[in-house]
């Protein structure tokens, strides 16, 4: 069955950086999408971006990019978001999620998500 | 950026009763060279990823119960969940993947009344 697993809650200070991954099993790694999607505490979902599991070709919404990087690495099948100087309002649940695009001209649903990854931007 | 409104807020649903779930597209989400729509409904309990329950406005997503149904075509849609069941209590999402950047709605809350 497929599965997105991701690390573990994290704890940081401003201006620290932090690194979640998402480890897929259950499927070929290469054949779909990962994307990334921020849920600040008690707020609505927004997709941050997401990764050519192919190419490692990496798109940022606008809003997510220069502090936020996604990465790969395909040998052991897991993907990887960094946020750099962290602030207080980075403080969310941010999840991985497999992307489905069924139109060339469209974007991507979601059909399978991580478990999500608390980060705590606190000093 | 496609704007996705969702209403109500919440609402409060007696058992085995309807709960309706409206979601508008800021344009029309009609994907013309197949006639259907852009559009996924996803279910989040607390403390949980969302779920995918609905694509394309009104497929069901493989073992979702047949209680959950979408429709609609352009820009304005339903998600209705015909018998509300206590594990149905969530918050509820539309998704355009129309054009990029993908949006949700605001999320509609669902609880037992």
């Known amino acids: 069955q497929v599965q997105l697993v991701q690390s573990g809650s994290e704890l940081k200070k401003p201006g620290a950086s932090v690194k979640v991954s998402c480890k897929a099993s259950?499927?070929?790694?290469?054949?779909?999408?990962m994307n990334w999607v921020r849920q600040a505490p008690g707020q609505g979902l927004e997709w941050m971006g997401w990764?050519?599991?192919?190419?490692?070709?990496?798109t940022s919404a606008q809003g997510f990019t220069g502090r936020f990087v996604f990465s790969l690495d395909t040998s052991v099948s897991t993907a990887y978001l960094r946020i750099s100087s962290l602030k207080a309002d980075d403080t969310a649940v941010y999840y991985c999620a497999r992307g489905r695009r069924p139109t060339l001209t469209g974007t991507y649903y979601f059909d399978y998500w991580g478990q999500g990854t608390l980060v705590t931007v606190s000093s | 950026d496609i704007v996705m409104t969702q209403s109500p807020e919440s609402l409060a649903v007696s058992l085995g009763e309807r709960a309706t779930i409206n979601c508008q597209s800021s344009?029309?989400?009609?994907?013309?060279?197949?006639?259907?729509?852009?559009l996924g409904w996803y279910q989040q309990k607390p403390g949980q990823p969302p779920k995918l329950l609905i694509y394309?406005?009104?497929t069901r997503e493989s073992g979702v119960p047949d209680r959950f149904s979408g429709s609609g075509s352009g820009t304005d849609f339903t998600l209705t969940i015909s018998s509300l069941q206590a594990e149905d209590v969530a918050v509820y999402y539309c998704?355009?993947?129309?054009?990029?950047?993908?949006?949700f709605g605001g999320g509609t809350k669902v609880e037992i009344k």
């Open positions: 394309w406005a009104s």
């Open positions: 259950g499927y070929t790694f290469t054949n779909y999408a």
């Open positions: 998704q355009q993947y129309h054009s990029t950047p993908p949006t």
């Open positions: 344009q029309s989400i009609l994907y013309s060279s197949s006639n259907k729509n852009n």
């Open positions: 990764i050519n599991t192919n190419t490692g070709n990496p």
